[in-house]
């Protein structure tokens, strides 16, 4: 039997090295996506594909056998000022991405205006010539 192994299959290594970057990002008191971010970079690979490599096979493995404890509860509690910090980061993100998007949007219109324009004037000389 033949097994195939995918090109872009994850190695033990990568694996080590996303779980070490990703929890040392929230030891930190940053975020995951600041994780897949930079393992992105260093493994040559999507912030996509980092995030859902550890949330369908790392993350589970880490997390496992964790049951929560009043401390756990305790720190849980403590952490919703960090969850609201990353809130409103992720809105401020949201916002500046909708604007610059906004902005390439209007610029992509100018642009197809002034194509649609000069387009328009290559036909009309063009019929001008054939009429000479």
Request: with cysteine; proline share 2%; net charge neutral.
């Amino acid at each position: 039997m033949n097994v195939k192994i995918r090109k872009d299959s994850w190695s033990v290594e990568e694996d080590n090295l996303l779980k070490e970057i990703v929890l040392k990002k929230i030891e930190q008191g940053l975020t995951q996506i600041s994780g897949f971010e930079e393992a992105s970079i260093l493994l040559g690979r999507s912030k996509q594909a980092c995030a859902f490599r550890w949330n369908k096979n790392l993350r589970p493995q880490i997390f496992k056998n964790e049951i929560p404890s009043k401390e756990h509860v305790v720190r849980e509690v403590a952490d919703s000022s960090t969850l609201q910090n990353h809130l409103q980061l992720a809105m401020e993100s949201y916002d500046e991405m909708k604007q610059s998007y906004d902005e390439i949007s209007s610029a992509y219109n100018l642009l197809k205006k002034d194509y649609e324009q000069l387009l328009n004037w290559a036909k009309q000389g063009i019929t001008h010539l054939e009429r000479q």
